[in-house]
């Protein structure tokens, strides 16, 4: 096989993730340059995207799937995040997994063991020190060249950059794994080098493949809470602070922790009022610019800052799906002192499947937090066998003063939520509303939501016009404020293929509308089976017939619109904060982590989601 650096490829993605990737491409240029005498950059042959909006990327042509298989390309990157059509496309043109396609953070991690396994002719390109047999060396001598070639690399000028670091710092990181005594290791590295440098050279040696270390920091790397005051300053970690549901859960924790005399810090990577949910005024604002999975180390940097200015006892993070750099950033909160929670916004089967180059990592990551929350009964038992310290805390619920029961329907239904078709399956109001059309001519759908993707609404706006539904269909875009369409609406239509506690449901219930959806048997809110009709899952005929059911029947829907408020009565009156405190002071009492609750049970997990992830 072609030496992984020399290879001919193509990269699959001009958008976010393809961005992310030559932004890394460019960070290794000086040292693939100088050190390497090669780049990395000029292997890449041409970009390759379903949408050719554009002709070129970063100077690079962009060509459609069929020009790649007509071509003769050693590797295919994959740099979309949601790639899974992708990967079954690439394999039915005769291109296998790991030899002739893989992710872009796969490739980038084989790109870095590579750059590590040539850092003796790196060493000698830069005029360094390096010492041939490490391993013979004792880790406080190591430490010392280590340190001398960083002071030769601050003399070179123009020669230094942070990857060059990363590659000097392995070999402290190798002789770390190698050595016995690695407790006591960690801590003489800490002591030597700055944490955030420390973390980030970690990452940079690891990536995603966090197997191998998890276990050892879960053990080894702990929070002393003796020293806490009796309310701890609570830190929440989110990507924007608008736009969905998580971001209005947020907005309804904020005020209880507030309302408890808790210091509570709302740290997002974006900053813009005009969109975002309401904010209580004692709630400190921090932007940490540098976006996770990105930005890595300018990010460490920032929310290093973040916690010794506001002295955070307790981070929350609300984002942990996409990037396993969270894994780093939880442990240089660890390292700083700080205790962490991660809450999951999703239920565990889909989120697995919808990002499998990340989740089959996900429960080494919720492993090392101090608590992880669900939204979920079934989700607890899923994580807690996995060995997860798991607790179910439901979401807050805002409480609406007079919930919407109509005598006589008005033909008006609601659908809420990201225009995205994974895992809101948007595209599928289409078809839906076309079969309810035919029986109600003059009903009303009206979709309120951030979009997501320019394309994703495009195709949406196509479809709605070549099914002559621009009367019946209304796209209204984003609200944080959305109670005057809920007292609108005589029914929810529900296109979800994943949920977790689902504001939808929630807001839906409280005022008193009945819902049509696909199939979610795992939500707390739906025990009851009461206030919804469930069809399967993209089952648009069914749904189509419930919804014409519903508009058709008024006394029906009045009585599922009494059963759902009465259902909701229960979620509406629970002490939310109650349930945080209990976590906030078990942490502070330094309960230790539940032991497997079914050894048996973990074995099949890992059985089962090795299957998934080999599909």
């Not at 060396?137 to 060059?164: A, H, S, T």
Request: glycine share 6%; hydrophobic share 40%; aromatic share 12%.
């Amino acid at each position: 096989m072609t030496n992984i650096l020399d290879q001919k490829i193509c990269v699959w993605g001009t958008g976010k993730f393809g961005e992310i990737l030559i932004k890394q491409l460019y960070d290794y240029e000086p040292i693939c340059r100088y050190g390497l005498k090669m780049n990395l950059f000029e292997n890449i042959k041409y970009f390759v995207d379903n949408n050719l909006e554009r002709s070129q990327f970063y100077g690079k042509p962009v060509k459609q799937p069929k020009d790649l298989y007509e071509d003769c390309i050693d590797l295919c990157i994959i740099a979309v995040l949601n790639n899974a059509e992708i990967c079954a496309d690439l394999e039915l043109h005769g291109f296998r997994r790991e030899t002739g396609y893989m992710s872009s953070d796969k490739w980038m991690n084989i790109c870095k063991k590579e750059i590590v396994s040539r850092r003796r002719e790196i060493f000698i390109n830069y005029g360094l020190d390096f010492m041939v047999n490490t391993k013979e060396l004792e880790l406080i001598e190591l430490i010392g060249m280590v340190q001398r070639n960083f002071d030769n690399l601050n003399n070179m000028g123009g020669k230094e950059d942070r990857i060059i670091r990363y590659v000097i710092f392995s070999v402290l990181i190798d002789s770390w794994k190698d050595q016995g005594s690695q407790n006591d290791n960690f801590k003489l590295i800490c002591e030597s080098f700055e944490t955030v440098f420390v973390v980030s050279a970690f990452a940079w040696y690891f990536g995603n493949d966090i197997s191998e270390i998890s276990e050892w920091f879960s053990k080894y790397i702990k929070v002393d809470s003796k020293n806490w005051k009796r309310k701890p300053t609570i830190g929440i970690v989110i990507d924007d602070y608008y736009g969905g549901g998580v971001e209005k859960v947020i907005s309804l924790l904020l005020p209880l922790y507030v309302n408890k005399c808790h210091k509570v810090v709302l740290i997002s990577s974006s900053n813009e009022p005009d969109k975002e949910y309401g904010c209580p005024e004692e709630v400190i604002r921090f932007n940490v610019t540098a976006r996770t999975g990105n930005e890595g180390e300018e990010r460490l940097r920032q929310l290093s800052e973040c916690v010794i200015k506001n002295k955070i006892d307790i981070m929350c993070f609300h984002t942990g799906y996409t990037y396993i750099s969270t894994f780093y950033e939880i442990l240089l909160l660890k390292l700083l002192k700080t205790a962490v929670l991660i809450e999951i916004h999703s239920a565990f089967l889909p989120v697995i499947r919808s990002k499998k180059s990340v989740s089959k990592y996900y429960s080494y990551m919720y492993r090392f937090a101090d608590k992880t929350i669900v939204l979920s009964q079934a989700d607890k038992v899923f994580w807690e066998n996995l060995g997860c310290n798991c607790e179910y805390i439901q979401n807050p619920i805002e409480i609406k003063a007079r919930p919407n029961i109509r005598h006589e329907s008005r033909g008006n239904i609601l659908w809420v939520g990201r225009l995205v078709e994974v895992p809101k399956n948007v595209f599928d109001i289409v078809p839906i509303m076309f079969e309810v059309v035919k029986q109600i001519p003059d009903v009303k759908l009206q979709v309120v939501g951030l979009v997501a993707s320019q394309w994703n609404y495009n195709r949406l706006v196509e479809l709605i016009k070549r099914n002559n539904l621009e009367k019946n269909i209304e796209l209204c875009g984003y609200n944080s404020n959305i109670d005057s369409f809920y007292q609108q609406a005589d029914v929810i239509l529900m296109t979800s293929s994943s949920e977790s506690f689902c504001n939808v449901i929630m807001e839906g219930q409280s005022w008193g509308v009945p819902i049509v959806m696909y199939e979610l048997p795992w939500l707390e809110l739906l025990r009851s089976g009461k206030g919804f009709i469930a069809v399967k899952q993209r089952d648009v005929k069914a749904a189509a017939d419930a919804l014409i059911k519903l508009l058709s029947d008024d006394e029906r829907r009045r009585k599922m619109s009494l059963e759902a408020i009465e259902n909701i009565k229960h979620f509406r009156e629970y002490d939310v904060y109650s349930d945080w405190e209990k976590v906030f002071d078990g942490i502070a009492n330094g309960n230790g982590k539940k032991e497997f609750q079914n050894p048996e049970f973990k074995i099949i997990e890992e059985m089962l989601l090795g299957a998934v992830y080999d599909e």
